[in-house]
């Protein structure tokens, strides 16, 4: 079955302050939104690529698509994320579909094609690391009112996958039902769709403060410097 992939890259980085968080270089001349495309790209699984892009981030994600030589498309993002997954979704080509964050700018290619190949017909992919930290549930008041057994519950991460027919449908009935989710595999509980989980990364994670741009940096360039040590003997 061919397979499309979505990247969102729609969000107004309220929470990094304003900017726009993709546009900023990771390393010298090599954007977030960038990375992401690569990682998407560059595994070859997929048919097409499609990135919902805010207006300030549209030029630049056509750039990186033609840098890359990318079949693809850079079509609106929206207010929601759910708005750009939408958008997206309506240029996508294939049977399946993975969307994608541009904020999570280190996915595998392994972790891509696990994803892949656990869709099935009426069943969406997440993959999910599990929490490390200590979990307390609090109301509104900031006081604790319980702890959260860490072994019930799982982080979700992107790429999350779905047959694209049915992600169009479900969000079509979201639309006129007036419902928003933070993510993808949100929207298929809601409607009572099967939602399988596979393993998800560390290395994996959403930039989403300022500082999690200076730990990409820093895994970036010791990346760099792990390579030459192994290039160098």
Not at 55 to 66: M, Q, T, W
Not at 119 to 130: H, M
Not at 178 to 201: C, I, N, P, R
Not at 205 to 228: C, S
């Amino acid at each position: 079955m061919s397979t499309g992939v979505l990247i969102v890259a729609g969000g107004a980085s309220r929470r990094f302050g304003g900017r726009n968080k993709l546009l900023l270089d990771i390393s010298p001349g090599i954007s977030v939104l960038e990375y992401s495309v690569r990682a998407a790209w560059n595994t070859g699984i997929f048919s097409n690529l499609v990135v919902a892009a805010s207006e300030d981030g549209a030029p630049k994600a056509r750039s990186i698509l033609a840098k890359l030589g990318v079949r693809g498309e850079v079509v609106p993002g929206g207010d929601e994320r759910s708005d750009s997954v939408r958008n997206g979704l309506a240029a996508c080509k294939g049977e399946k579909v993975l969307v994608h964050d541009a904020a999570r700018p280190f996915a595998s290619s392994q972790l891509f094609s696990r994803v892949c190949d656990a869709i099935s017909t009426d069943v969406g992919v997440v993959p999910v690391v599990l929490p490390t930290d200590t979990l307390y549930r609090t109301d509104n008041d900031d006081s604790v009112t319980g702890a959260i057994v860490r072994g019930t519950v799982a982080c979700a991460q992107t790429p999350q996958g779905f047959p694209l027919e049915m992600l169009v449908e479900l969000h079509r009935r979201a639309i006129e039902e007036e419902l928003t989710f933070t993510d993808d595999g949100s929207l298929l509980l809601h409607y009572g769709k099967a939602l399988v989980t596979v393993q998800g990364e560390r290395r994996n994670f959403k930039i989403t403060y300022p500082a999690d741009l200076e730990v990409a940096r820093i895994m970036t360039i010791k990346a760099g410097i792990m390579g030459a040590m192994k290039a160098g003997g």
